[in-house]
């Protein structure tokens, strides 16, 4: 399956940001993929690394189900990305600016990360994920 750096990104934040599908977000994954969020400390209630799809699967659905009590859904019109792509084919860097509509306050926050994704087959078979880790309370 050849998919694109681009199709590879947006099916992974489709399925992980905008909807909160572990099921999908692992599917993005090869069976051996790794999915590593390097700053976040011991502990924390997002997943620092998980390996193999099933980890992933079942421990950010976990997380999304603790998340979905509360937290506010990304705007997609007001979030934007740019996508580097680098002289191995199977590596690309996203910068992404994730923008969370205001609540009462009418402030809307804003989200910055990084990710580098290694990819083996049209999957990731890598995702490092990179940002502020104070963000995920």
Do not use: W
């Amino acid at each position: 399956m050849s998919r694109t750096p681009q199709e590879i990104f947006e099916s992974c934040v489709y399925a992980g940001t905008m909807t909160r599908n572990a099921d999908a977000l692992a599917e993005n994954f090869t069976a051996d993929g790794v999915f590593e969020a390097p700053l976040m400390p011991a502990g924390a209630t997002f997943p620092r690394r998980l390996v193999g799809r099933e980890e992933i699967r079942s421990a950010m659905a976990a997380y999304y189900e603790q998340q979905a009590k509360g937290n506010r859904s990304p705007n997609p019109e007001k979030s934007a990305y740019v996508l580097h792509t680098t002289s191995d084919p199977d590596v690309f860097i996203v910068e992404i600016d994730v923008v969370f509509d205001g609540e009462g306050d009418g402030d809307d926050v804003t989200v910055s990360l990084v990710q580098i994704f290694r990819v083996r087959d049209g999957k990731i078979a890598r995702l490092r994920d990179y940002f502020t880790p104070e963000l995920m309370g």
